[in-house]
C-alpha cells in the first residue's frame, strides 16, 4: 500500500497576504455619525413640517373666509385644475417650454458668462475698459429689453435672450472674481515651471475657481428661469409664465396658482441637480 503524500499549499496561495481585519470606527466617530444622521433627518423633517404647515394655513384662511378665495384660490382647489391641465396636454406642453428655454438660458449663460470672464482675467487692459460697462449693464432693469428682443428675436427667441440678459452679467463678474482670487503662489510656481498663460488658466486658475463657479451655478439657474417667466409674461405663446398671464386675464385663479406651483417644483427639481452637481465637484476638487 503507497503512503499517501502530505497535502501542501499551492504557491499562489501561499503568496496571498493576510485577510486584514475590517475597521471598526471609534466610539466617538460612531456617536460623531449618529449625531449628523439624527441632525440630517430633523431638518428633512422640519422642512416637510414647514410645507405642510404653509399649506394648511392657505387652505383654512381660504376655506374660513379670512382671505378672498376668489383671489387666493386654495390648494385643495388646485388638484381638479392640475388634473384636468395635465388631461388636456396643456400643463406638460407649458412646463416643458419653460424648463427647456431656461436649460437653454443657463447653459447659454454659463458657458459664454464664463469665457468673457476668462477673457478679461487674459486681458487686464480689456477688464479695465469694460469693467464699468459690465456693472451699468448688470444693474440696468433687463425687463425694458423685453420689446426690443421680441422685435429682434421673434417670440420664441426673446424668451431665451431674456434669460440670457438677467444671468450672463452676474456669471461674469462672480466668474471674474473667482479667477482673480486664485493663489498668486500658485500661478508664480506654474509660471516659473514653465507653463503659457493658457495652461495656467485651464490648470491652475479653472481648478481654483470651482467654489466660486458654483457659486455662480446656484445663482444662474434661479436668474434663468426668471428671466424666461419675464420673457414669457410679455411675448410668448406658451410656458408657464404665458399660463400665469392667460389664467389672470380670463380671471382663473385656479390656473394661475397652479402654474405658480408648478414652478416652485421646477426650482426644487433644479435645486437638487445643481447640489449633487455641487457634491460631485466638491468632491473631485475640494
Not at 506654474?190 to 455662480?216: C, D, E, F, K, N
Not at 398671464?245 to 396658482?257: D, H, P, Y
Request: proline residues 5%; positive net charge; glycine residues 6%.
Amino acid at each position: 500500500m503507497n503512503a499517501v503524500p502530505p497535502m501542501t499549499m499551492p504557491a499562489s496561495a501561499a503568496a496571498l497576504p493576510a485577510a486584514t481585519p475590517a475597521k471598526v470606527p471609534s466610539a466617538a466617530y460612531a456617536k460623531w455619525l449618529a449625531r449628523q444622521r439624527r441632525e440630517k433627518t430633523l431638518v428633512l423633517a422640519s422642512r416637510l413640517l414647514l410645507l405642510a404647515a404653509f399649506f394648511s394655513l392657505w387652505e383654512i384662511l381660504a376655506k374660513t373666509k379670512v382671505v378672498n378665495p376668489m383671489l387666493t384660490s386654495y390648494p385643495s382647489a388646485l388638484w381638479p385644475t392640475f388634473v384636468d391641465l395635465l388631461h388636456n396636454g396643456n400643463l406638460l406642453t407649458h412646463t416643458w417650454a419653460t424648463f427647456k428655454a431656461t436649460v437653454v438660458g443657463f447653459v447659454l449663460s454659463m458657458v459664454f458668462g464664463i469665457a468673457i470672464a476668462a477673457g478679461l482675467w487674459w486681458s487686464r487692459f480689456a477688464n479695465k475698459v469694460l469693467d464699468p460697462f459690465l456693472v451699468v449693464a448688470n444693474a440696468m432693469p433687463k425687463i425694458a429689453f423685453v420689446p426690443i428682443f421680441y422685435i429682434w428675436l421673434g417670440s420664441e427667441y426673446s424668451v431665451y435672450g431674456m434669460a440670457v440678459a438677467i444671468a450672463i452679467f452676474v456669471t461674469i463678474m462672480v466668474a471674474y472674481e473667482g479667477f482673480q482670487s486664485t493663489d498668486p503662489n500658485k500661478i508664480k510656481l506654474a509660471t516659473t515651471l514653465g507653463a503659457s498663460r493658457a495652461q495656467v488658466l485651464r490648470m491652475v486658475v479653472l481648478p481654483g475657481s470651482v467654489p466660486t463657479l458654483i457659486a455662480a451655478l446656484k445663482m444662474n439657474i434661479g436668474l434663468s428661469l426668471v428671466g424666461v417667466i419675464v420673457g414669457e409674461f410679455q411675448s410668448a405663446s406658451e410656458g408657464l409664465g404665458f399660463l400665469i398671464v392667460n389664467g389672470s386675464q380670463v380671471f382663473k385663479l385656479n390656473i394661475v396658482m397652479t402654474a405658480i406651483v408648478v414652478l416652485a417644483l421646477m426650482s426644487a427639481l433644479m435645486y437638487l441637480v445643481i447640489a449633487r452637481v455641487e457634491h460631485h465637484l466638491a468632491r473631485r476638487y475640494g
